[in-house]
């Protein structure tokens, strides 16, 4: 793995629980929306939630100190991101800004092109007077659902990129543009996108990240029913578990996520219009992206939440004519397995983009903009990623600095900026595809938790590192029993 973590030192043994104090400069999940700006500067003070407009920072020589023994799993030294977003910005070339809608378009006709194609090919020819044999049919049947899911979920990740602003200048344009492409795959486009702005906006934070929030020690150990200075000395978990929670994750966490808001923060209460009071993640917790009145959102925002359902209720709609006209068994080859397959895609790139041994994750106080957007990896996932997926896995990094540049900019635009992140910027391009695939299990294995590094000190407990109980990489701290 090309990894941009530094390699010194290895970890020795300390409490390694998660202990703060919310300050009075917190700001709750609806503020966070406003809170940080793309634009500016990252102030570099431990209690930062903001950004500013400073290009240079000079966190002395007694910050430095306690940023000296911080360890992530793979052993290698860590300290938090020196540059700031005007660097980042400043280093792109102007161009790798501009925005086509007629060029969005071309792509989007391709991927329709590619999916109708593929339909006329199989309805045509996967027939008993081609193919007699029945178990042929069935399992060209099944390959069917591998392309087509791929094109949908190229269509997913252009409609993204209209939620950020990346596809046109006009934002009716990106807006019907996205609403009708998420809608078409039961995306409520308003509703996430407004959730996953909160997202780009707080990433690593561990108290308002929005998605693949990790479990620190003592949730983790509350999970699986073990006292904290226990977890280190428990043997390892099996791999068929590890394989069975991943598939679950892969078959429903994106439904899941809509509807429960599972992986998500959980400090709803904080919610500055009181709309979080009661509520919690979880089936039944009243915490969704369908509801005008969850958490998520505003007041302000109920009629967009309204019409992203809307648009959910039409495709619903559309399926059951098609359902009852050409039958469902038809309809579950033709649409809900490739969705089924969007889906599995989706949940695997935002998990990996967010979830590696490398990777820090941030307390309220020592968390800033800067340094939650470097706490992200890229991925290669070949022809694959390149070609049919718009380089959504291969240039997540820059997404997360700069969510409006589009996509066929972005391979340049990330070039531009690696200079400039040095030893912070991460990637992973081993084995392609395959190596992805591969990456999705290890990573599961390995990143069970976050804890603070053992011998970190003052506000290096603040910044968080992946630990797990199967003795793979820096084991976790050792802890007295209590």
């Given amino acids: 793995m090309a990894s941009a973590s530094t390699s010194t030192g290895a970890a020795k043994p300390s409490n390694p629980v998660l ?41 002395g020589a007694s910050k430095a100190d306690e940023y000296a023994n911080l360890v992530d799993l793979n052993g290698n030294s860590f300290t938090p991101p020196d540059y700031t977003i005007k660097d980042i910005r400043d280093a792109i070339p102007k161009h790798c800004f501009e925005r086509s809608a007629i060029r969005g378009w071309s792509y989007i006709l391709r991927d329709m092109a590619c999916l109708a194609t ?28 591998i392309p087509q899911g791929l094109f949908g979920t190229g269509l997913w990740v252009i409609a993204h990129e209209c939620g950020h602003g990346a596809f046109s200048a006009s934002k009716r344009i990106n807006d019907a543009t996205g609403w009708l492409l998420h809608s078409a795959l039961f995306v409520p486009y308003f509703s996430w996108q407004i959730s996953h702005s909160k997202h780009h906006k707080a990433t690593g934070h561990m108290e308002r990240d929005m998605v693949f929030v990790p479990r620190t020690r003592e949730q983790y150990a509350n999970k699986v029913g073990h006292l904290i200075h226990e977890l280190s000395e428990l043997t390892e978990e099996t791999p068929i578990y590890t394989l069975s929670m991943l598939i679950g994750q892969q078959l429903i966490g994106w439904p899941h996520y809509l509807i429960t808001n599972v992986t998500g923060h959980n400090f709803h209460e904080r919610q500055r219009e009181g709309r979080g009071k009661g509520k919690k993640n979880g089936l039944g917790g009243g915490v969704n992206h369908f509801d005008p009145s969850s958490p998520l959102y505003e007041q302000k925002d109920a009629k967009l939440i309204v019409l992203s359902d809307i648009g959910i209720a039409l495709n619903a709609a559309v399926q059951i004519y098609l359902g009852n006209t050409f039958g469902w068994a038809n309809m579950a080859v033709w649409f809900w397995v490739p969705w089924l397959w969007v889906n599995h895609w989706l949940v695997a790139i935002t998990f990996l983009q967010h979830t590696d041994a490398t990777l820090p994750h941030y307390t309220a106080e020592e968390w800033n903009y800067v340094r939650g957007a470097a706490a992200t990896i890229d991925r290669d996932m070949g022809f694959v990623g390149r070609h049919l997926l718009h380089g959504i896995a291969e240039t997540h990094v820059l997404h997360h600095y700069i969510s409006s540049i589009p996509f066929y900019n972005a391979d340049e635009a990330s070039d531009a900026i690696r200079p400039v992140m040095g030893k912070h910027y991460r990637a992973d391009t081993e084995g392609a595809l395959l190596g992805f695939i591969k990456a999705m299990y290890k990573s599961a294995r390995t990143c069970q938790w976050v804890e ?14 992946f630990r797990n109980r199967n003795g793979r990489g820096t084991p976790p701290s050792k802890m007295q029993a209590q």
């Fill in 118 to 145: 593929t339909f006329y090919l199989f309805n045509t020819f996967n027939t008993p007077e081609y193919v007699p044999n029945v178990a042929a049919r069935a399992l060209l049947w099944a390959l069917y659902t």
């Fill in 452 to 465: 603070p590094s053992a011998d970190a000190q003052g506000a290096g407990k603040g910044i968080l590192f």
């Fill in 19 to 59: 202990r703060r104090t919310v300050t009075s400069t917190t700001v709750n999940d609806s503020e966070s929306s406003a809170a940080v700006s793309p634009s500016d500067s990252p102030r570099h003070s431990a209690s930062s939630t903001s950004l500013s407009s400073m290009s240079s920072v000079d966190m």
